[in-house]
């Protein structure tokens, strides 16, 4: 079993920056796929990064490539989120997520592959 416990999030305005972080209660290293989602109000939940850790390959979504980071720190097992030109858009509840057994890229943005959850961190974007 692993708990993520997220921080970072917080209220900016359009153009800012924020950092999440995800620590998790074991090692991350060389064993999981790991990520964030995010839900807006009256939204589905959707994906926003992966990183396979043991190679460091990482998939983003389209609608943040360019201006979100996914990255971990393998010491102390902690996953984070550089989040820079944040629009209001990006307003969210975001969710670390994990899983031992990573999905193929076609589905890597799937909710239902990821066996662990964080309980999000609040993401506020005012224009």
């Known amino acids: 079993q692993v708990q993520l416990v997220e921080s970072g999030g917080g209220s900016v305005q359009a153009g800012g920056s924020l950092r999440l972080s995800c620590a998790a209660s074991?090692?991350?290293?060389?064993?999981?796929?790991m990520g964030w989602f995010r839900q807006a109000p009256g939204k589905e939940r959707e994906g926003v990064a992966i990183i396979y850790t043991p190679a460091s390959n990482t998939h983003v979504a389209d609608s943040v490539k360019g201006r979100f980071t996914i990255s971990t720190d393998n010491v102390k097992n902690t996953l984070y989120l550089q989040m820079n030109s944040l629009k209001p858009e990006d307003t969210a509840m975001y969710y670390c997520a994990a899983t031992r057994w990573c999905p193929r890229s076609t589905l890597i943005f799937r909710e239902s592959a990821y066996t662990y959850w964080g309980q999000g961190t609040q993401v506020t974007v005012s224009s």
């Open positions: 074991q090692s991350i290293y060389n064993t999981y796929c």
